[in-house]
């Protein structure tokens, strides 16, 4: 989330589809960096009067964004509970990260993004966080079923 799941959600988007990784002078954070002077601190492109107009700055727009992205993924990693190493579910948070949550949140959170531009909005964060997570949830359950069954599990093994 903070080196690239942020830009990919947040920044302006590449045709309404995934929001610009390369947002500003690179990757972290939309421009965390000493050569963009006061993103830090600053309004959030999204969040100035272009926009919504809530005056947040990039920091804590971030950690709000991070918050709901965290829940999300909590909601994720009940399935494999037991059911999978930790190490995968670490592996699998990076592509959850990059690609699941940020793409529904790019295309109805970001005022760039498709959905948005249809007119959709999200206003509780129901839909993107819920769909997400359970879209990912499934591929999960999935995943884990089908190798169980060529495991010949009739019942399924936790994982201790």
């Known amino acids: ?5 942020f830009n990919t ?10 929001g610009n990784p390369l947002y500003l002078p690179g990757l972290f954070l939309g421009g965390f960096s000493r050569a963009a002077k006061g993103l830090p601190s600053g309004v959030w492109w999204s969040m100035g009067s272009a926009y919504f107009n809530t005056g947040l700055m990039t920091g804590s727009y971030f950690l709000f964004e991070a918050a709901f992205a965290s829940v999300t993924f909590a909601l994720v990693s009940v399935i494999a509970l037991r059911k999978v190493k930790m190490k995968a579910l670490a592996l699998f948070s990076i592509a959850y990260f990059t690609l699941i949550w940020n793409l529904p949140a790019a295309w109805i959170w ?14 509780a964060g129901g839909l993107v966080v819920h769909a997400a997570a359970g879209i990912a949830c499934l591929a999960l359950v999935i995943r884990i079923w089908i ?9 399924s093994p936790q994982v201790g």
């Not at 989330?1 to 799941?5: A, D």
């Not at 970001?110 to 206003?123: A, E, H, K």
């Not at 190798?147 to 019942?155: A, L, P």
């Open 110 to 123: 970001n005022p760039t993004g498709w959905l948005y531009l249809l007119g959709m909005r999200d206003f």
């Open 147 to 155: 190798e169980e069954k060529k495991k010949g599990f009739r019942q």
């Open 9 to 18: 959600a947040f920044a302006p988007t590449i045709d309404g589809i995934i």
């Open 1 to 5: 989330m903070v080196m690239i799941g």
